[in-house]
């Protein structure tokens, strides 16, 4: 627009600005400021009687993303592994409380409603201490079946303090992550979050294909982007 455009020559003061400034002025330079900006142009140009919303032209295309298309995050999918997560939370819970009464343990924070993953952090903690204590018992005996017993003991602590922190623990911070990310969407890409999975125009094939695009939208009015 800068070597073709009239008015563009004009505003650009005759410079012809490569895209890539552009984008950079508008990504890194301006990115905090732009949503306000564009709301401030907006409202001027209702106090100054140039546009109205009460009315305007929305048109949009789909654009294919250039995103893996086996890496996308349903949110049925998602919705139906944290449940079934939330289930192996509250057997491994029954689990651990068998276990400290077992061994006689007062844990703090066992959850008996939603186990957040503070609590969980914290029941960990408490069974490690237990582990510990049981590590110096067994360099301490001297007798092979009482060193055997404690092993025992011990391993049975060891294994919910694996499972909470290399399995619910991430897996609960992973689904949150996911549900902040879908927004109102259904699905996003791994390596694209922006992108959704959609149904595209059909190909040379004649086949309608579900890819990861963007489905992008503008309003105007009198010529404005609204």
Do not use: C
């Amino acid at each position: 627009m800068t070597r073709e455009n009239v008015p563009a020559m004009w505003l650009a003061a005759m410079h012809q600005l490569d895209f890539r400034t552009i984008n950079d002025f508008r990504g890194k330079r301006m990115k905090n400021l732009m949503d306000e900006l564009f709301e401030a142009m907006i409202v001027r140009l209702i106090e100054e009687g140039y546009i109205t919303l009460e009315s305007y032209f929305l048109d949009g295309t789909k654009l294919e993303a250039n995103a893996n298309k086996n890496s996308f995050v349903w949110k049925k999918s998602t919705i139906r592994f944290e449940e079934k997560l939330k289930e192996k939370i509250k057997e491994m819970l029954q689990q651990i409380d068998e276990i400290a009464e077992a061994e006689a343990l007062e844990l703090a924070d066992l959850p008996k409603g939603e186990a957040t993953p503070e609590r969980l952090e914290s029941i960990a903690s408490q069974l490690e201490k237990k582990v510990d204590a049981l590590t110096q018992e067994i360099e301490a005996a001297e007798e092979v079946p009482v060193r055997k017993e404690l092993r025992k003991r011990r391993s049975t602590l060891k294994k919910p303090v694996k499972m909470i922190r290399e399995n619910f623990v991430p897996r609960i911070h992973k689904y949150r992550m996911y549900h902040e990310t879908f927004g109102d969407r259904n699905s996003f890409s791994k390596t694209d979050p922006d992108a959704t999975f959609m149904r595209m125009k059909d190909d040379y094939m004649k086949n309608g294909q579900l890819k990861p695009g963007y489905n992008v939208q503008a309003a105007t009015k009198n010529q404005f982007i609204v």
